[in-house]
């Protein structure tokens, strides 16, 4: 009673197109769902991800769910998961990706999906990182371990003198490793909400690679393709 008394005030609606959902559609509507250009490179076999880390580093497999297009349904969907509140679209996209990667033979070997990680300050003013829903959902999918505690991002601050005269700060962020004795040996999803130059997550596995047999795949749910 409750629950059609709350949908009757606030209407779920499809987080593409605005239009109010029915009892069976989540997230997007049917017409919407259709429409999301699928870039499932864990279906099509095509490299087009991996040639992304091509000399740069090694990445076992890497997969996305949609290929991002600019002023498309794919924006608006990630600009809702990221910057209004729409958390649930996260959860929504890792159940669907988790569902396709159990049945693949690749993925079966990885032992815990760890999450782009956010900033402190910035999760706290956002009040969630965008990436835990996909990440808990895949993993939940794997029946392994999602991890949020050994890969942290921090800000360094230096000072810098400069001739003697200038003296001025300089921040970088930096990736940092915690509970490194876990990862030894794992075979580890590193996953994000989209790729785009592929610099975070390149620069993520590079840290993570400092561990001892550490192996890395890689799954997003957006990639943006020239
Ligand atoms: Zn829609």
């Known amino acids: ?8 005030l606030f209407p779920k609606v499809c987080s593409a197109c605005s239009k109010t959902l029915n009892t069976k559609e989540k997230v997007l509507c049917v017409s919407c769902r259709h429409q999301l250009p699928l870039a499932s490179f864990h279906n099509t076999g095509a490299s087009t991800m991996l040639d992304f880390f091509y000399g740069r ?23 809702n998961l990221k910057y209004k ?6 959860a929504f996209f890792g159940k669907w990706l988790g569902a396709e990667l159990v049945e693949i033979p690749e993925y079966k070997d990885i032992d815990i ?10 999760k706290q003013k956002r009040g969630y990182n965008q990436v835990t829903g996909f990440g808990t959902e895949i993993a939940s999918s794997l029946q392994i371990d999602y991890r ?7 800000t360094r601050t230096r000072s810098q003198v400069f001739k003697s005269r200038y003296k001025r700060s300089e921040q970088s962020t ?15 999803l590193v996953v994000d909400d989209i790729l785009t130059t592929g610099a975070t997550l390149e620069n993520c596995a590079l840290e993570l690679l400092k ?3 550490v192996k890395i795949s890689f799954a997003v749910i957006a990639i943006t393709l020239s």
């Open 1 to 8: 009673m409750l629950h059609l008394l709350l949908n009757t």
């Open 57 to 79: 580093i090694k990445v076992e497999n890497a997969t996305a769910l949609i290929a991002f297009q600019k002023k498309g349904i794919t924006q608006t969907i990630l600009h």
């Open 85 to 90: 509140g729409q958390e649930n679209i996260s």
């Open 113 to 122: 999906v760890i999450p782009v990680p956010l900033h402190r300050k910035r």
């Open 148 to 154: 949020e505690d050994v890969l942290l991002k921090k």
């Open 174 to 188: 930096v990736f940092q490793l915690a509970n490194i004795s876990e990862l030894e040996n794992k075979h580890i």
């Open 211 to 213: 561990v001892k047999g």
